[in-house]
């Protein structure tokens, strides 16, 4: 089979390798798509993998169709198709207990410390990592962008999003998107979204989200008060994690309102004075966001990002901009790194 695997920084191939085995409670997944995250373009050509072990299968936002089970593993689950949760808890810690899976102490990850779904193949742990879809017509582009759309959903759910609420989405990519759609699935009045970029503000008011504007270009506090009668927002979703966009969240919010920090950082932050002070006059709740909720407690939200999908409430396969296999996988990343292509959400497909 075909994988796409790492085996030092800057060095990102498609292999020819042999089918893995599978024992005991583990699933043979075929892969139908995976979906390259934000953070896989730092991994490859930056970071390197989480643990340094190489060579690596990337790739953790992916779907599929189960081929094949270990002799522990419930045969009729062969012919399934799902979406995969990539994180292997300890099962031990106080977060595991709690089923604060994505706080795991101590976790493995498929696509990221072990072999992931940038192959045809892929070794599931156990069912307990499937996300099993009910409409044969849910396509594996749409079940691969399962993991950010849960992720999307769980900073909507942190920032208690509720029917009338007016929210503030800092960054028109894929999550900020997803986020903005989810605002509106949870019964938001308006969603206001800010980017620095034409071509991303362009593209997500070509996807239905009108109230999409240029920060550096438009003043965001009277944004916001016109289309709020006056007011300032009820919740902002920082999804950029800069400092220019905190600062700014801080001037868009109300008195009381919820700040909610989605957005990886990636240089120092530096809160203005103002800013600093807002927070104390403003009584402002900052929550962080970490992942996404996978037990039942109180709601399994991949089931949900799933069932919605299935019913054609949520969407977000118009969102993929960029298709590949695994043999041109290698040089797209290449041009999302070097910034010769912009893209939403780029997707290596194997099955349709
Ligand atoms: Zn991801
Ligand atoms: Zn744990």
């Not at 198709?81 to 604060?100: M, N, Q, R, W, Y």
């Not at 270009?217 to 007011?231: I, M, P, Q, W, Y």
Request: charge should be neutral; aromatic fraction near 8%.
């Amino acid at each position: 089979m075909k994988a796409a695997r790492m085996h030092k920084i800057g060095d990102f191939r498609t292999d020819t390798l042999d089918i893995p085995k599978i024992q005991g409670e583990q699933l043979l997944m075929k892969v139908g798509a995976c979906g390259i995250c934000g953070s896989d373009i730092p991994r490859i050509y930056e970071l390197g993998t989480s643990n340094q072990k190489y060579p690596l299968t990337l790739g953790h936002e992916f779907a599929g169709e189960i081929v094949a089970v270990g002799d522990k593993a419930d045969s009729s689950l062969i012919g399934t198709k799902a979406a995969v949760f990539p994180l292997i808890p300890c099962g031990t810690c106080d977060s595991c207990e709690s089923g604060d899976y994505a706080k795991c102490y101590n976790y493995d990850y498929l696509g990221s410390r072990r072999d992931g779904g940038f192959a045809e193949y892929c070794v599931i742990p156990s069912k307990w990592h499937l996300v099993p879809s009910s409409n044969p017509r849910t396509s594996f582009g749409a079940m691969s962008m399962v993991e950010p759309a849960t992720v999307a959903q769980h900073a909507v759910r942190k920032g208690r999003v509720t029917g009338g609420s007016v929210v503030v989405i800092f960054g028109a990519g894929p999550i900020g998107i997803m986020a903005a759609r989810w605002c509106e699935i949870f019964g938001a009045f308006k969603v206001i979204l800010f980017d620095v970029l034409d071509e991303k503000v362009k593209f997500s008011q070509s996807r239905g989200l009108a109230l999409t504007y240029n920060v550096l270009t438009e003043d965001a506090v009277s944004l916001v008060k016109h289309h709020n009668r006056g007011r300032l927002a009820d919740v902002v979703i920082e999804g950029t994690g800069t400092g220019a966009a905190l600062n700014l969240a801080i001037d868009c919010i109300k008195p009381n309102g919820t700040v909610v920090m989605l957005g990886n950082p990636h240089k120092d932050t530096v809160l203005s004075l103002k800013s600093h002070s807002n927070i104390l006059r403003k009584e402002l709740e900052f929550r962080g966001v970490w992942n996404s909720n996978y037990s039942n407690n109180p709601v399994n939200e991949w089931l949900y990002t799933m069932d919605m999908l299935d019913k054609g409430i949520f969407q977000c396969e118009d969102l993929i901009t960029h298709k590949t296999d695994l043999t041109g996988l290698p040089e797209l990343c290449r041009q999302i790194y070097k910034r010769e292509i912009s893209i939403c959400k780029a997707v290596c497909c194997n099955l349709p």
